[in-house]
């Protein structure tokens, strides 16, 4: 086994403070339970997190809300489990895919040396009917962005040389988890965590307070209903990606330990890509 597949880090790259609980609040759960180190980044500084009918938007009041969410997200890591939660502070609502993000995200892959990366789609779904809050401008930079510096600016040491004289080394992220995704292709059951899920989600008094009961509703139900797909009674859905050259074959995942802790989806024919997307089969306990 190699010196990275032993390494039980995990980075979650999102925009916004909530993100990553919406999507991914169980399996980070789960993977934090089952001994992985979890590390949040979080893109933007929340600030434009008030009500829309706001009469105040000022700096001061935008400030305010920054802290409360930051806040809110240091409590909702807790209840999950995660290490820390790193902000990068880009004005809210204005996140673009910029070079200088890039490097930022690559000096932190670098630092961190993360095994797997959850982040958000860099593109929109157009099936079965678009949904028009789903795709927030500042998901979408922050999915183009964290998949830029993936691949392959922290893998390669001729991106970034400043980098490199800060000692910063080469790191190659081996899986992508994508929330959001356009085409999905794997589970996450969360039937043990789906509780810490609601618990963290709750943290975010700020943006879910008023509508809390009928959002915990809304994703028990959702869960259970992607839970059904897969055989589990709560289930997280993704786009899972393996870093591989194109050609190379699909990874078993059964040498890993860890993979058996989470169910597969069932097999299904995936269309023939040069690409390294892959689909795990066949590990469930
Ligand atoms: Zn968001």
Redesign the pocket.
């Known amino acids: 086994m190699s010196e990275q597949e032993q390494n039980k880090v995990a980075m979650v790259i ?6 990553a609980e ?1 999507g991914a609040g169980g399996t980070i759960a789960a993977w934090a339970r089952e001994g992985w180190d979890v590390y949040y980044v979080i893109c ?1 500084d929340g600030a434009g997190g008030g009500p829309d009918n706001a009469e105040d938007v000022g700096p001061a009041a935008r400030r305010a809300i920054s802290e409360t969410r930051k806040r809110e997200q240091r409590a909702a890591c807790e209840v999950l489990g995660v290490k820390d939660a790193i902000f990068l502070d880009y004005p809210d609502g204005q996140l673009q895919p910029t070079i200088e993000l890039r490097r930022g995200l690559v000096r932190l892959l670098r630092r961190y040396r993360p095994t797997r990366v959850i982040c ?1 789609s860099p593109d929109r779904s157009w099936s079965p009917t678009f949904i028009i809050p789903r795709f ?1 401008p ?2 979408l930079a922050a999915g183009q962005a964290a998949l830029a510096a993936i691949y392959p600016a922290s893998q390669n040491g001729w991106d970034f040389p400043e980098l490199l004289e800060e000692g910063l080394l080469p790191h190659k992220v081996g899986e992508v988890y994508f929330t959001g995704a356009p085409v999905m292709n794997y589970a996450v059951d969360i039937s043990e965590t789906f509780d810490l899920k609601i618990a963290a989600l709750r943290a975010h008094a700020s943006q879910l307070g008023d509508r809390f009961a009928e959002l915990e509703k809304m994703f028990r139900t959702r869960s259970a209903e992607l839970g059904a797909k897969y055989g589990m009674a709560y289930a997280e859905e993704f786009h899972r990606s393996e870093n591989q050259p194109p050609g190379a074959a699909a990874a078993t995942s059964t040498s890993s330990p860890e993979a058996t802790q989470e169910s597969l989806a069932p097999p299904r024919p995936l269309a023939p890509t040069r690409g390294a997307t892959t689909m795990d089969e066949g590990t469930r306990p």
Do not use: L, R, Y
């Open positions: 999102v925009a916004h403070p909530d993100d919406f933007t958000q927030h500042d998901h």
